[in-house]
């Protein structure tokens, strides 16, 4: 991976563009980096592909570059989505930056009735996808949207893209998890019965769908709920582990590099 310096800026790209920075974004090339008039940036927007460029001018709050050439043609990102029940602080901060590593088009946090945190930060959030497209060599940056409720969401849902609903529960609710009665196949199985539609992946609480919640899901024909294996997983790890397998399976990880 290069050592230069990888930004995402809004502007239009093209060679001889002139793109100016403010805030954190000058601060880091002048101040944390130091870099000098002349020193190389990589430049991404999301549409025009990366660039490279240098820089033309700084002062102690801005600073100038000056795009050079196009070096990557844009290329598009799987139409997988990422809906999850947001946690504790640190511990969503782990899905969302692990979900743009992994490849999502989009991160949309949903509000379950076992859903732990109180609030959710939509704009730090997505600073952190930001950051993590800047590092990871992403071409773009998959919105984070407003958290939502579940039954919201479900209600507006577009039927033409597949939710893969990750579900360890059964049937009987006398028992621990609903018992053995009931219980989803292994999501692997599940990802390759597909075709190459739209998806998306919902992960839900640490304490799981209420049985409410549950029967409504299922009850959905553009549902498919799945097990990520005999162990509960904690969310930020089930969220890592179903993403892998639909990439595996159905995303760009049956491509080179």
């Known amino acids: 991976m290069s050592a230069t310096p990888r930004l995402f800026v809004e502007i239009d790209l093209a060679p001889a563009a002139t793109v100016g920075l403010t805030g954190e974004q000058a601060h880091y090339l002048t101040r944390v980096l130091r870099l000098a008039i002349g020193d190389p940036v990589r430049l991404f927007n999301g549409r025009d592909g ?48 692990k979900a743009v590593e992994l490849g999502v088009a989009e991160i949309r946090p949903v509000i379950t009735e076992r859903t732990d945190a109180e609030t959710v930060r939509v704009d730090r959030l997505q600073r952190i996808a930001t950051e993590a497209a800047e590092q990871t060599e992403r071409l773009d940056v998959p919105p984070v949207r407003d958290a939502e409720k579940l039954a919201t969401v479900l209600g507006q849902w577009d039927m033409g893209r597949v939710l893969i609903f990750a579900d360890e529960a059964g049937d009987e609710q006398e028992r621990p998890w609903g018992g053995a009665e009931g219980r989803a196949g292994p999501m692997l199985d599940g990802v390759q019965a597909l075709g190459d539609a739209p998806a998306a992946i919902l992960i839900g609480p640490e304490g799981g769908f209420s049985p409410g919640e549950r029967s409504r899901l299922r009850a959905l024909t553009h549902v498919r709920p799945v097990s990520l294996g005999p162990r509960i997983l904690r969310a930020e790890t089930a969220a890592v582990a179903a993403l892998s397998i639909w990439q595996a399976v159905r995303g760009d990880w049956r491509q080179r590099s």
């Open 50 to 97: 990366e660039f490279h460029a240098q820089l033309a001018a700084s002062t102690k709050s801005t600073a100038t570059l000056r795009v050079t050439e196009r070096v990557r043609e844009q290329a598009a990102t799987p139409d997988l989505w990422l809906l999850f029940a947001p946690l504790k602080k640190s511990r969503t901060d782990f899905v969302v930056e």
